[in-house]
Each structure stands twice: as C-alpha cells, then as structure tokens.
C-alpha cells in the first residue's frame, strides 16, 4: 500500500506539468453500475492516455467464474475485446489492468448486470443443450444433471423460488397445527 502510495506521488510529481499523463479510466462501455437490456457484444475502456499494450482485462460472472473475451485490442487509449458466447442474464465485474504512459500500473474493476430478454426459442442449434421443461416427466439421473446445468443459469431463480414457496407453505402448515392443536 505504502509503495502504491510513493509511486503516486512520485507520478505526480515528475508529470505535475502534464496534468493528463497520470492515467485513469475515462469511460467504458458498459458504464460502471449500469443494467444492460440487451446482450453484449463488446466491452470498451477509454482511458485518459495511451496505455501499453500489456494492458488486459478479464470478465467474471457473479460466482467468480471467468467469462471467455476474445481479442482483446489495445490502440492508443482505448482497450477493447468481444464477448465470445451470448450471456446468461446476471451480475458481471470487468476486472482491467493497464499500465498507463507514465509506466504506473493501475487497476480496476466495472460492475454492470445484464437483463437481457433470453432466447431459449428458435435459435440456431448451439453447442449448449437447451432442455429446461422436459426433465421434469423423465427418470431422477436426467433431473440431477439439469440441475446441475441449471445452476449457473439465471433459471436456478426459479427453482429457488419454488422451494421457498415450498418451506413457507410447510411452515405455515406447521404453525397451523401447532396453533390448533394448543386450542
Ligand atoms: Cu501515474
């Protein structure tokens, strides 16, 4: 921390006569903090100056699990990569890290949610099995496994609300008893 803190000052000083060498994040697309409507094709950071082109960044979605982006492209001051797979709907963080003009490492991380209409219905043939309805008239091995699948997917929503639904009925049902049989 205390290094980080040197490196500042000493940044600052030695480029006090060029306000704008010292980098940081101009914008992005996504914008920090934003809920996305729509599926993400590409991610894009501007930075106050030109930043080397070791410069990276990842994307994670809210379980820590990194998110495949490809090409990640550096010129000049702005940073961009495509997301490879369309997302599921959830919270995501991109994670950046640069070295700025000036030779000080930075990073830092972007939050945004995506609430994206899925399509589940007419799409192309993907790689990913699209089976969220039937396993349910099917044999206890193909449930285990969807739900397995499921979890990541925004659909374990769903699934957790049934089951609330369920303990909250049992609940009351044991509230109810209890209550009437003290009478
Ligand atoms: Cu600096």
Not at 59 to 64: D, R
Not at 100 to 121: C, K, R, S, T, Y
Not at 171 to 177: E, G, I, K, P
């Amino acid at each position: 921390m205390k290094k980080i803190v040197w490196l500042t000052i000493a940044c600052v000083l030695l480029f006090s006569n060029q306000a704008l060498a010292h980098t940081g994040l101009e914008s992005s697309n996504p914008t920090q903090g934003s809920t996305l409507t729509e599926q993400l094709s590409e991610i894009t950071l501007t930075f106050l100056t030109k930043i080397e082109e070791t410069s990276s960044f990842t994307v994670t979605n809210s379980s820590g699990e990194s998110v495949e982006v490809s090409g990640i492209l550096v010129e000049e001051n702005v940073m961009s990569g495509s997301m490879g797979d369309s997302l599921d709907n959830g919270s995501y963080k991109i994670n950046w890290k640069i070295i700025g003009a000036d030779g000080h490492p930075m990073e830092g991380v972007i939050d945004f949610v995506l609430e994206a209409p899925q399509e589940v219905e007419d799409v192309e043939p993907t790689s990913e099995p699209i089976e969220e309805v039937e396993p349910i008239a099917s044999n206890t091995e193909e449930i285990e496994t969807s739900v397995e699948e499921e979890e990541e997917k925004s659909s374990s929503n769903s699934i957790i609300g049934i089951i609330i639904a369920l303990v909250v009925i049992l609940a009351l049902a044991v509230w109810w008893m209890t209550r009437r049989n003290k009478k």
